[in-house]
């Protein structure tokens, strides 16, 4: 399959995942993350050893959701937006492969929850990350309540969601949301390597060893809550007002 939006290449066993939107920084509209979506299965039924998510260009891995779409949803189609987040966030988890995260730039909101959902996190040293979607009114609403806290604790992910914290690559390593940071124009260099490192090893234990640790944080009450909470969201003074200032590049006026 082919789309617009994102690409799906293979070197050998390795898939990678591209989000090719660089003009709006690579953030998800609904053609975008129904294709990402679309990629990962068909990754998935090809038995992809590896399967690296990336964004194009230099500037950003996922900037987050598209702002200007999720402003005027209601209820009901803020929650549709929310299960559709939340579909392809676990697809990358549960992919039975290895999965690695290439956060280049910028990676936000959506972004960084797209990021977690990874197995592997590599970080430039221009990345930037966060759970950004206080500042619009909203909560994340792609795992993001569910899966931050496991990676940094309680603590450091409520200061990041509460007040839409944003992290320089070398903080979000010592905090636990990167694996590792490397210099910019090695990053490329560094995911292929651990890549075809990852490939080599044994397919099946790897698969077994990914479910097994995930049995240990598997919360699917946590993130249907999340959901439900996610789209109540939409339609509120609040979400309103959050995402009208930011398409209006004004700093928002909460009551």
């Known amino acids: 399959m082919t789309w617009d939006t994102v690409d799906l290449e293979w070197s050998g066993d390795i898939a990678t995942v591209t989000v090719d939107r660089p003009e709006a920084l690579n953030a998800l509209n609904v053609e975008t993350i129904e294709a ?5 299965a068909e990754a998935r039924t090809e038995e992809a ?10 500037d950003a891995f996922i900037a987050g959701a598209d702002i ?3 402003k005027d949803l209601s209820t009901p189609e803020g929650q549709a937006w929310g299960e559709l987040g939340h579909s392809v966030a676990n697809a990358l988890e549960r992919f039975p492969a290895p999965t690695i995260a290439v956060v280049d730039g910028y990676a936000f909101g959506g972004g960084c929850e797209m990021a977690m959902a990874c197995d ?3 970080g430039s040293e221009s990345a930037l990350i966060g759970n950004t ?12 309540t569910q899966r931050l806290p496991r990676l940094v604790g309680e603590e450091t992910a ?16 010592e905090e636990g949301l990167l694996g590792e940071v490397v210099p910019d124009d090695e990053i490329d260099d560094r995911v292929a390597e651990l890549a075809a490192e990852l490939a080599e090893k044994p397919a099946f234990a790897l698969q077994a060893a990914k479910d097994a640790i995930a049995q240990g944080y598997s919360d699917i009450g946590g993130l249907d809550y999340e959901k439900r909470t996610f789209g109540g969201l939409f339609g509120t003074p609040d979400q309103r007002e959050g995402m009208d200032a930011f398409v209006e590049n004004r700093e928002p006026d909460f009551e």
């Open 158 to 173: 409520k200061r990041m969601i509460y007040l839409g914290q944003r992290l320089d690559a070398e903080t979000a390593r």
């Open 68 to 70: 200007k779409y999720m």
């Open 49 to 58: 050893r590896v399967l690296v998510v990336r964004g194009a260009g230099d």
């Open 36 to 40: 990402m979506g679309e990629a990962i």
């Open 133 to 144: 979607e206080i500042d619009l009114g909203i909560i994340p609403g792609w795992g993001g």
């Open 120 to 122: 592997i996190r590599v």
